[in-house]
């Protein structure tokens, strides 16, 4: 069992009642203030209090409201389609890590020019593995048309009847929200595959700036909508710079939305910062520290058998970090989280798939071609 919002926390665990309490009331620059002390942010910081629920090698915890039980790592789908791993490599390692416990794979429609999807695709249909996978994937169509299209592109690369969760992909800017729930916008596609059985559960996802994730639920709300899921950045330098854990956890938590933790490692860029290069900080305590926080999975990138095996490692090690433990973790953190230095997908462009290709995103809406058919310059 894990909070699922205050009133939960508050019976379970007060001390992470109080970190909710606080991180409600943190505000922008609270979030980002360099000279917080570890204490102060670990205080902010709402954690579990149980592991999870243990089954052979794996933990498994509550999927949000949905209740589904998913494995606390997440089989990472870029990583299964990179061009330096083998079909038959990335195959050994899915059907590995499905029948060690592993249930959640994440996925994306533009993962490696949808190689990752077909790669899973081919996967799941050996044998029965398909029973033994919760299917998550992500599309990146803002209109109904493009994002309809993007579903049974993904649909048949998985080789699939339905998506257990699909997600819109890289929320990151302020008119994302807008344009999915706009008339004629994706969330339109979404609604409809759902209603035809194609889809189970909805979410979103993004990795730029935690109030783009709030606005995203307020738009949400506005139009009566409630995500079963939300994704976002979960690691040890995230508290110290426009911090997810802080802004978005909490409200995730008080609307009992799932969430789903990313980028432990930076996309691999923690690995060159001094913490982790001279193991000031392990990879397991990485693991360890976002396992500690209410999320219900870690989606990770797996493309050897050592991350796959280090994976499992840190979950059989795995108990929850008190107040201590993870100020002690940020403190070693700070210097190198300051200005978001190592979180590059916060502060550059560097993994803003979308940017680099917004004909995925689809273009404007009918009603907005009809109000302004020229763009302007």
Same mark, same amino acid.
């Given at each position: 069992?894990f909070?699922?919002?205050?009133a939960?926390?508050?019976?379970? @665990?007060?001390?992470?009642?109080?970190?909710?309490g606080?991180?409600?009331?943190?505000t922008?620059?609270?979030?980002?203030?360099?000279?917080?002390?570890s204490?102060?942010?670990?205080? *902010?910081?709402p954690?579990v209090?149980?592991?999870g +629920?243990?089954?052979?090698?794996? $933990?498994?915890?509550?999927l949000?409201?949905t209740?589904? =039980?998913v494995?606390? +790592?997440?089989?990472?789908?870029?990583h299964l389609g990179?061009s330096?791993?083998t079909?038959?490599?990335?195959?050994?390692?899915?059907?590995?890590?499905?029948?060690?416990?592993i249930n959640?794979?994440?996925n994306?429609w533009?993962y490696?020019?949808?190689?990752?999807e077909? *790669?899973?695709?081919k996967?799941?249909?050996?044998?029965?593995? *398909?029973?033994?996978?919760?299917v998550?994937?992500?599309?990146?169509?803002?209109?109904?048309?493009?994002?309809?299209? %993007?579903? &049974? &592109?993904?649909?048949r690369?998985?080789?699939v009847d339905?998506?257990d969760l $699909?997600?819109?992909?890289?929320?990151?800017? #302020?008119d994302?929200? &807008?344009r999915?729930f706009?008339?004629?916008?994706?969330?339109?596609? +979404? $609604?409809?595959?759902k209603?035809?059985g194609k889809?189970r559960f909805?979410?979103?996802?993004?990795?730029?700036d935690?109030? +783009?994730?709030?606005y995203? $639920?307020?738009?949400?709300?506005?139009?009566? #909508?409630? #995500?079963?899921t939300?994704?976002m950045?979960?690691?040890?330098?995230d508290?110290? @710079?426009?911090s997810?854990?802080q802004l978005?956890?909490?409200e995730?938590?008080?609307?009992?939305?799932?969430?789903?933790?990313?980028?432990?490692?930076?996309?691999?860029v923690f690995?060159?910062?001094?913490?982790?290069?001279?193991?000031?900080? /392990?990879?397991i305590?990485?693991?360890?520290?976002?396992?500690?926080l209410?999320?219900?999975? %870690?989606?990770t990138?797996?493309n050897?058998k050592?991350?796959?095996?280090?994976?499992f490692?840190?979950?059989?090690s795995f %108990?929850p970090?008190?107040?201590t433990?993870?100020a002690s973790?940020?403190?070693?953190s =700070?210097?190198?989280? *300051?200005n978001?230095k190592?979180e590059?997908?916060? /502060?550059?462009s560097h993994?803003?798939s979308?940017a680099?290709?917004?004909d995925w995103?689809?273009?404007?809406? /009918?009603p907005?071609?009809?109000?302004?058919p =020229?763009l302007p310059?």
């Amino acid at each position: 069992m894990f909070i699922s919002g205050a009133a939960a926390a508050a019976t379970l @665990f007060p001390t992470s009642a109080r970190a909710i309490g606080q991180a409600q009331g943190t505000t922008r620059a609270q979030s980002q203030r360099p000279g917080s002390s570890s204490n102060d942010l670990a205080a *902010r910081i709402p954690r579990v209090a149980h592991p999870g +629920v243990k089954r052979g090698e794996m $933990l498994y915890r509550e999927l949000g409201s949905t209740g589904v =039980e998913v494995s606390i +790592v997440g089989l990472g789908g870029s990583h299964l389609g990179q061009s330096q791993v083998t079909e038959t490599d990335a195959i050994r390692l899915l059907h590995e890590g499905l029948d060690r416990g592993i249930n959640f794979l994440d996925n994306a429609w533009d993962y490696n020019e949808g190689r990752s999807e077909e *790669r899973v695709g081919k996967a799941l249909s050996q044998g029965s593995y *398909r029973e033994k996978a919760f299917v998550m994937t992500k599309i990146d169509g803002r209109t109904r048309e493009t994002a309809t299209n %993007q579903i &049974d &592109d993904s649909l048949r690369r998985l080789k699939v009847d339905h998506i257990d969760l $699909l997600q819109h992909h890289e929320v990151i800017r #302020f008119d994302d929200p &807008d344009r999915i729930f706009n008339d004629g916008g994706g969330m339109e596609a +979404v $609604l409809a595959a759902k209603a035809a059985g194609k889809v189970r559960f909805i979410g979103f996802t993004g990795h730029k700036d935690p109030h +783009v994730h709030l606005y995203m $639920l307020e738009v949400a709300r506005q139009h009566g #909508f409630h #995500f079963d899921t939300v994704q976002m950045p979960i690691n040890i330098m995230d508290a110290h @710079f426009r911090s997810f854990s802080q802004l978005v956890v909490p409200e995730a938590l008080r609307q009992n939305i799932g969430v789903l933790g990313m980028k432990c490692f930076g996309s691999g860029v923690f690995l060159k910062s001094n913490i982790l290069e001279q193991g000031n900080v /392990t990879p397991i305590e990485c693991l360890h520290y976002s396992f500690s926080l209410p999320i219900s999975v %870690q989606i990770t990138g797996i493309n050897s058998k050592m991350l796959l095996d280090q994976a499992f490692s840190a979950v059989q090690s795995f %108990q929850p970090l008190d107040e201590t433990g993870i100020a002690s973790l940020l403190a070693k953190s =700070e210097e190198a989280a *300051r200005n978001g230095k190592y979180e590059l997908f916060k /502060t550059t462009s560097h993994f803003d798939s979308t940017a680099r290709h917004p004909d995925w995103l689809g273009s404007d809406s /009918t009603p907005v071609q009809e109000l302004a058919p =020229e763009l302007p310059g």
